[in-house]
């Protein structure tokens, strides 16, 4: 039993079933997911594997179980369950998105993006031009690799009516400071759409306290099955014009063409089963409600993270042929663990392969972050080299990484 000042990682381990002799440093493009998962898929599977919402027993579960997943993710993120909508991926909920609310926008209104985000959160708002709409980009520092709120709040206008950036980058790692720029943007009279892909597997989400309008997170990278969840206030999707058959007009269903996966959505509970478990562990006896479970046991995970991120970060700084891409440090209050860099002018794609035959994973690309990539200069080089980590590694996979790289670089 855990004295709640630390992570057990024995008992995180132990729920993990996916975790091997091979250390895993691909988590930011989808994490392992637990037992109580994958209990959650086989038994709606071998149990309820019909259409769900009839009178007979089975169906009847089925609908149950759906709908008991709907409302823990909408609790774990402070929402209420008809302001979220559970389908494939993030990508598809703001392409449905963003042709929802294109009755929204008149020729000559504004639309921010950044070049920083992964396309998920860029592609679908960039065709708004096709209906008039001007796309201002919001660069990244080309030194820094950072979004600023200086240059965000040049770009701010009357005209101005949404501005789409993300919680954290895919690609460096580093927090942006939502509430503060929502706040500004909100004062401008506009509208923001986050995108926390790259958050949610670190740190507790708080979608009233953040107050934004729009925000998405897949939940494969948050310890759950393939599927995307997005949040939108009320207020707006219930004016949002609806995308699924003409006679379907209730949110959240009506942005949901075609529903949601059954038996994915069902398992969902599963996650909440992994954090309860894991309060259960380290705060014996807790009374907390869910969000407050949820909140208790990512501190345990930040804490956790920044260690082996100090640890790998000291490594990455100490080499002068790394480039960091990104703030080099390692503060659990301005980064997650999630890194990337590029050696010299190599070919990025190199290095993961150099190191397969010491059973570590890890990737190169452009990770969907195209953008983000050409404006570094590093497409050439085919892009990045990736390490990103999660609660459930272990300093003594860290070290192997850094031994890994330290004999190839």
């Given at each position: 039993?855990?004295?709640?000042?630390?992570?057990?990682?024995?008992?995180?381990?132990?729920?993990?079933?996916?975790?091997?002799?091979?250390?895993?440093?691909?988590?930011?493009?989808?994490?392992?997911?637990?037992?109580?998962?994958?209990?959650?898929?086989?038994?709606?599977?071998?149990?309820?594997?019909?259409?769900?919402?009839?009178?007979?027993?089975?169906?009847?579960?089925?609908?149950?179980?759906?709908?008991?997943?709907?409302?823990?993710?909408?609790?774990?993120?402070?929402?209420?369950?008809?302001?979220?909508?559970?389908?494939?991926?993030?990508?598809?909920?703001?392409?449905?998105?963003?042709?929802?609310?294109?009755?929204?926008?008149?020729?000559?209104?504004?639309?921010?993006?950044?070049?920083?985000?992964?396309?998920?959160?860029?592609?679908?708002?960039?065709?708004?031009?096709?209906?008039?709409?001007?796309?201002?980009?919001?660069?990244?520092?080309?030194?820094?690799?950072?979004?600023?709120?200086?240059?965000?709040?040049?770009?701010?206008?009357?005209?101005?009516?949404?501005?789409?950036?993300?919680?954290?980058?895919?690609?460096?790692?580093?927090?942006?400071?939502?509430?503060?720029?929502?706040?500004?943007?909100?004062?401008?009279?506009?509208?923001?759409?986050v995108d926390a892909v790259?958050y949610a597997p670190h740190?507790?989400?708080?979608?009233q306290d953040l107050d934004?309008?729009?925000?998405?997170?897949?939940?494969?990278?948050?310890?759950?099955?393939?599927?995307?969840?997005?949040?939108?206030?009320?207020?707006?999707?219930?004016?949002?014009?609806?995308?699924?058959?003409?006679?379907?007009?209730?949110?959240?269903?009506?942005?949901?063409?075609?529903?949601?996966?059954?038996?994915?959505?069902?398992?969902?509970?599963?996650?909440?089963?992994?954090?309860?478990?894991?309060?259960?562990?380290?705060?014996?006896?807790?009374?907390?409600?869910?969000?407050?479970?949820?909140?208790?046991?990512?501190?345990?995970?930040?804490?956790?993270?920044?260690?082996?991120?100090?640890?790998?970060?000291?490594?990455?700084?100490?080499?002068?042929?790394?480039?960091?891409?990104?703030?080099?440090?390692?503060?659990?209050?301005?980064?997650?663990?999630?890194?990337?860099?590029?050696?010299?002018?190599?070919?990025?794609?190199?290095?993961?392969?150099?190191?397969?035959?010491?059973?570590?994973?890890?990737?190169?690309?452009?990770?969907?972050?195209?953008?983000?990539?050409?404006?570094?200069?590093?497409?050439?080089?085919?892009?990045?080299?990736?390490?990103?980590?999660?609660?459930?590694?272990?300093?003594?996979?860290?070290?192997?990484?850094?031994?890994?790289?330290?004999?190839?670089?």
């Amino acid at each position: 039993m855990s004295d709640a000042t630390t992570l057990d990682l024995e008992f995180v381990r132990s729920q993990f079933p996916g975790l091997n002799e091979w250390a895993l440093f691909e988590n930011a493009g989808g994490t392992l997911v637990p037992r109580s998962v994958i209990d959650r898929v086989n038994a709606y599977m071998t149990d309820t594997q019909v259409q769900p919402g009839a009178e007979f027993a089975s169906s009847a579960l089925a609908e149950e179980r759906i709908s008991e997943s709907q409302q823990a993710m909408a609790q774990m993120i402070n929402a209420s369950v008809d302001e979220i909508i559970i389908s494939a991926s993030t990508t598809m909920n703001i392409y449905v998105l963003s042709h929802a609310l294109r009755p929204w926008f008149k020729p000559g209104d504004e639309v921010i993006v950044t070049n920083l985000d992964h396309e998920a959160n860029n592609g679908a708002w960039r065709r708004l031009e096709e209906v008039g709409v001007v796309v201002k980009e919001w660069q990244m520092s080309s030194e820094t690799a950072e979004l600023e709120v200086g240059a965000l709040e040049n770009l701010l206008s009357e005209r101005t009516r949404l501005v789409c950036f993300t919680h954290c980058s895919n690609i460096t790692g580093s927090i942006h400071d939502v509430k503060n720029i929502t706040n500004i943007v909100h004062q401008a009279g506009a509208l923001v759409c986050v995108d926390a892909v790259a958050y949610a597997p670190h740190r507790h989400l708080d979608v009233q306290d953040l107050d934004v309008d729009f925000y998405a997170c897949s939940l494969y990278k948050l310890y759950g099955p393939h599927l995307g969840m997005l949040y939108g206030k009320r207020e707006h999707l219930s004016r949002a014009r609806p995308q699924n058959h003409f006679f379907i007009e209730d949110i959240p269903l009506a942005l949901n063409p075609g529903g949601p996966n059954h038996e994915l959505t069902a398992a969902l509970s599963g996650i909440v089963d992994y954090f309860d478990a894991s309060h259960a562990h380290h705060f014996p006896g807790s009374n907390a409600e869910l969000h407050q479970r949820f909140d208790q046991v990512f501190s345990l995970i930040a804490e956790h993270e920044q260690t082996l991120a100090t640890r790998f970060m000291n490594f990455l700084n100490s080499k002068p042929g790394i480039r960091i891409i990104g703030r080099p440090t390692a503060d659990k209050s301005l980064r997650v663990p999630t890194f990337s860099f590029v050696v010299g002018n190599r070919n990025s794609e190199e290095i993961p392969a150099s190191l397969v035959r010491r059973k570590i994973g890890i990737r190169a690309g452009d990770f969907y972050a195209r953008r983000c990539i050409d404006e570094l200069g590093l497409q050439a080089q085919n892009g990045v080299i990736r390490a990103s980590m999660v609660h459930y590694n272990t300093m003594d996979e860290v070290d192997r990484l850094i031994d890994g790289l330290d004999e190839i670089i």
